[in-house]
């Protein structure tokens, strides 16, 4: 099992641009389908993200599809997302999530949780 720990939320306007990180502890880092996921006041939790093990396959949700992107270096057991063109509707709290298997975009099937990182962003 890993223990994730996000940070480089913050607050920032409108169109501009915010790199979130997330450290991996524990062994075998490399064995993890990596996502990403976000959570505003009053909505589900939704997915945003996703990279395979060995970062050759990437998905994204529609919404953030072109403006942000998901990276890992698995040297360093980390993951990172990129986000640039910073909408409002993009503001809550982010989270990273590790899986076993797939490349799954339903926020049950990942097993391992950070505790995420506020991203707000004004008009």
């Known amino acids: 099992q890993v223990q994730l720990v996000e940070s480089g939320g913050g607050l920032v306007q409108a169109g501009g641009s915010l790199r979130l990180s997330c450290a991996a502890s524990g062994r075998a880092f490399s064995s993890y389908v990596m996502g990403w996921f976000r959570q505003a006041p009053g909505q589900e939790r939704e997915f945003v993200a996703a990279?395979?093990?060995?970062?050759?396959?990437?998905d994204y949700a529609d919404s953030v599809k072109g403006r942000f992107t998901i990276s890992r270096d698995n040297a360093k057991y980390t993951v990172s997302l990129q986000m640039n063109s910073l909408k409002p509707e993009d503001t809550a709290v982010y989270y990273c999530a590790a899986a076993l298997a797939g490349m799954p975009s339903d926020r049950t099937l990942y097993n391992y949780w950070g505790q995420g990182t506020q991203v707000t962003v004004s008009s």
């Open positions: 990279i395979s093990r060995s970062g050759s396959s990437i």
